[in-house]
């Protein structure tokens, strides 16, 4: 959250890896998963909310990217 906060003010993407957010909602997507398995709500709810956050800041980074011509 702090760093969505701080994009959203900043309009800076440079410093955040791609690559990471990447990894980081293929894990949240495998936990949403088994959250839905073993039909535990808090795991697929908390790690749903994480996943939006990256696919926002996943969007901000594509909006704000620096165009290189």
Not at 12 to 19: A, D, F, P, Q, R
Not at 41 to 68: D, E, G, M, Q
């Amino acid at each position: 959250m702090p760093q969505l906060i701080k994009t959203f003010k900043t309009k800076k993407v440079e410093e955040i890896s791609l690559v990471m957010l990447v990894i980081l909602m293929c894990g949240l997507v495998a936990w949403i998963y088994y959250g839905i398995l073993r039909k535990d709500f808090p795991i697929i709810a908390t790690n749903s909310f994480s996943l939006l956050l990256n696919i926002i800041l996943v969007v901000l980074k594509a909006k704000y990217k620096k165009r290189k011509w």
